[in-house]
């Protein structure tokens, strides 16, 4: 999660916003001219939804070697 945050952080050089972040409250706040804040906003939101995939795609992975374990038990080791 620090990667994302750092490229967060970083966006202030792709576009002349603000960017603050609260890790406690789990708040941005971002300022500046409405279209750069909007452009900033699609990229965090670009970040937040690869996150999200790459969650999704680990949990994927560890169910399926634990399927795959399970059914190795069961054929093999009677």
Do not use: C, W
């Not at 990667?3 to 916003?17: D, G, L, S, T, W």
């Not at 970040?47 to 969650?55: G, M, T």
């Amino acid at each position: 999660m620090s990667f994302q945050i750092a490229r967060i952080q970083a966006i202030h050089n792709e576009f002349p916003v603000k960017i603050d972040i609260d890790v406690n409250s789990k708040q941005i706040q971002i300022e500046g001219q409405a279209e750069s804040v909007t452009s900033a906003v699609d990229t965090i939101h670009t970040i937040f939804l690869q996150l999200e995939k790459d969650a999704r795609s680990k949990l994927e992975a560890e169910f399926i070697s634990k399927e795959v374990t399970r059914a190795y038990r069961f054929l093999y080791l009677k």
